[in-house]
């Protein structure tokens, strides 16, 4: 039986890091989940996808035999996105296989949690989700930490339109994202909803491209070796532009331009340092798979 790491909150974003910035040793596009989480009880039944401010949510996980992953190691992480927030946050989750966590995010926040085992691998991300008020009065619940922040930008951040207004992309476009400083390489997280995230690694500053193939909105993240991060979203595909990345087998050029696609992100070594564990990434290339389109089907989470 695996034994349950303890893991603090400055430990996990540490870790988180190394798990991103090794994410390019295999080179298929989209992460393959080793297991896959959903919420419990009636969260799982509502028609409308909302979270009262500082409600519980409650979290639980397991693989299935259709997991094409690698079997899920504990502790796990989540890794949320929000709309408010210009880095991502990484929630230490303990063993499992369930976990409660109070959302602390103001109304008219969205947000969406994908998951990661202590290897990096991928238990997808749920459907983005939108906070609302709570029901009782003076509420008040911890507050989380968001990763340090990475300075970097994107064509779609428009300075003369309100934060409010939702960020729009049209289908087999490219997205972009510019790093402004950190340390390379550089890991262009892209996490749609309900649906395994997509990493493609950089060793310059030169703008990462990914080709939008997907109609479902996502959130976006950059993550320096030096444990720098950015995050914007949601991002909402619409369908204006053309269709030509969304034949079966096609693979846009500019998709991977510059950059490597990464399936799965390295084994992480646990040690002991200090009185707390210590983490090193392990990048050495494993089997190697063939890409795929990046409209290939992959596992939709509803």
């Keep these: 039986m695996r034994r349950g790491v303890s893991v603090s909150l400055s430990t996990a974003s540490y870790l988180f890091t190394l798990l991103i910035t090794c994410a390019n040793a295999n080179s298929v596009p989209y992460l393959q989940p080793g297991f896959s989480f959903d919420f419990v009880g009636s969260e799982t039944t ?27 190691i504990a502790p796990y992480f989540l890794q949320v996105f929000s709309s408010s927030s210009p880095s991502p946050f990484s929630i230490p989750a303990g063993p499992g296989p369930t976990f409660d966590w109070q959302v602390p995010f103001a109304p008219q926040t969205q ?62 476009s490219d997205f972009s994202v510019t790093p402004a400083a950190g340390t390379p390489p550089f890991t262009l997280t892209v996490a749609p909803s309900r649906h ?65 696609a990464g399936a799965g992100a390295g084994g992480l070594m646990l040690g002991a340092g200090l009185g707390v564990p210590r983490y090193v990434p392990d990048c050495s290339a494993k089997t190697r798979q063939e890409p795929h389109s990046v409209n290939e089907r992959s596992p939709i989470y509803l």
């Design 46 to 72: 509502v028609a409308l996808p909302v979270t009262a401010q500082c409600e519980t949510i409650s979290l639980k996980w397991s693989r299935k035999s259709t997991a094409k992953g690698p079997p899920p």
């Design 196 to 260: 395994p995230p997509v990493n493609i690694t950089s060793n310059g500053r030169d703008p990462i491209y990914w080709t939008v193939a997907l109609g479902f909105p996502f959130f976006a993240s950059l993550t320096s070796s030096d444990g720098l991060s950015w995050s914007r979203g949601p991002l909402y595909v619409d369908g204006q532009g053309p269709s030509d990345c969304l034949s079966p087998g096609a693979l846009p050029k500019g998709t991977f331009t510059g950059a490597t």
């Design 111 to 172: 947000y969406q949690i994908c998951m990661y085992d202590i290897q990096g691998t991928s238990g997808g991300c749920r459907a983005i989700r939108t906070m609302v008020a709570s029901s009782t009065p003076n509420v008040s619940c911890q507050n989380v930490t968001s990763l340090p922040q990475l300075s970097a930008s994107t064509p779609t951040d428009d300075q003369s339109k309100p934060i409010t207004q939702p960020r729009v992309i049209s289908q087999c």
